[in-house]
Each structure stands twice: as C-alpha cells, then as structure tokens.
T-cell receptor, first 113, second 113 residues
Framework: DQQVKQNSPSLSVQEGRISILNCDYT??????FLWYKKYPAEGPTFLIS?????DKNEDGRFTVFLNKSAKHLSLHIVPSQPGDSAVYFC????????????FGKGTLLTVNP | EADIYQTPRYLVIGTGKKITLECSQT?????MYWYQQDPGMELHLIHY???????EKGDLSSESTVSRIRTEHFPLTLESARPSHTSQYLC????????????FGQGTRLTVV
C-alpha cells in the first residue's frame, strides 16, 4: 500500500510560468516531507523540506505548501526554467532515530522554452 | 555538497555472476541506505544501517546482502545475479546533525543479461 502518492506521472509547462507538483500521503506519523529532483541515471538531489508543524517553506524559486488536514503537499516552482526539467520525487520521513524516507513514484516535469 | 560515491556507475554482467556495488561517504554519517528504483517507479528501501555492525532489511524484499564494517563504507552484494536484478541502485546517507535530508550517490545502473 503506497503511503506517498504522486498521481500525476508528468507535467508540462512553459518557461516563466508556475509549475505545481502535488503529493498526497496516508501515514499521519510522517513528520517531515521532502522534495528531490532527479535526472536520468543520476541520484536524487535534495531541493526543499517542510516540517509537519509548518504549512509553508520557501527557498528561492521553490515553495512547498503542506495541508495536514488533507494530507496533501505541493511544490511550486516560480518562474519555471528549462533546467528544471527532471523527475521530482516527494518523500516523507517519520523522523527520530529510526529515520527512513518513503518515496512517491515521481512526476516528470518538462519546461518548454 | 554531498560527498557520497558509488561505483561502478554502470555495470552489465552475465547471469549467475557475483557482484558488489560500492558506496562510500566521507561525511561521517552513521545512517546509510540502499534504495532500488525502476523507471517510473518509486525508490524502494532494500537495506539500511544505523552504524557499524548494524544492518537491517528494508521495506522491499531483496536477495542482496550488505555489510557495514566501517562507518564510511556500505557495500551491497548479489551472490548470483539474475535478469530480475536489473535496476538502478541508489545509496544514501544522513547525519544526526544538520538538515533533515539524506544525501544520495549518483547510483549504479545494473543490467543482468
């Protein structure tokens, strides 16, 4: 049973516009959520995280929003750039000393020039 | 910047061969992880370690084994490779200080023919 779900396999946006990537989760025990970016044949690169006690975290062009009641989070990229084209993975951790990350299936973002 | 390295990056090997995928990190992290990922799918945790001489199986059953004799080194071994083992293998580490994120190596793309 998937605990972290990314229901959109792909997303295509124009350069300069906003990209919104969505993620849903089922486990109420998750206390941190992370977004990773991955190019083919490369390892994931960390982008941004958010604690479950917050509802927004911003870092440059990247903002993550968390809606705990809906068990939903989203990553906003503004403005989108062609170099942002990659697979984006949502991940969740239950934290503490038994830290493990649970990943979604990823969303392929294509930013068109 | 993450200092975690995986070798080889690519490996094509015949059925029945024994292989070892190497993973090393220079950050002194106690926690290390092996994930397996197929295209379009989530990263599945197959092994993890919280320190020297500590190894545990992950959420996805795997025929591979791991060892943790030194903090910086977490190799993964397949005694007899099969075509079903064809996948990308990703190693990660995380320290107890600093951010919540885990750092990933560049991965090993394994093809068993």
């Amino acid at each position: 049973d998937q605990q972290v779900k990314q229901n959109s396999p792909s997303l295509s946006v124009q350069e300069g516009r906003i990209s919104i990537l969505n993620c849903d989760y089922t486990n109420s025990m998750f206390d941190y959520f992370l977004w990773y970016k991955k190019y083919p044949a490369e390892g994931p690169t960390f982008l941004i995280s958010i604690s479950s006690i917050k509802d927004k975290n911003e870092d440059g062009r990247f903002t993550v929003f968390l809606n705990k009641s809906a068990k939903h989070l989203s990553l906003h990229i503004v403005p989108s750039q062609p170099g942002d084209s990659a697979v984006y993975f949502c991940a969740a951790s239950s934290g503490g000393s038994n830290y493990k990350l649970t990943f979604g299936k990823g969303t392929l973002l294509t930013v068109n020039p | 910047e993450a200092d975690i390295y995986q070798t080889p990056r690519y490996l094509v090997i015949g059925t029945g061969k024994k292989i070892t995928l190497e993973c090393s990190q220079t950050m002194g992290h106690d926690k290390m992880y092996w994930y397996q990922q197929d295209p379009g799918m989530e990263l599945h945790l197959i092994h993890y370690s919280y320190g020297v001489n500590s190894t545990e199986k992950g959420d996805l059953s795997s025929e591979s084994t791991v060892s943790r004799i030194r903090t910086e080194h977490f190799p993964l071994t397949l005694e007899s490779a099969r075509p079903s083992h064809t996948s990308q293998y990703l190693c990660a580490s995380r320290g107890d200080r600093g951010g919540i994120e885990a750092f990933f190596g560049q991965g090993t793309r394994l093809t068993v023919v």
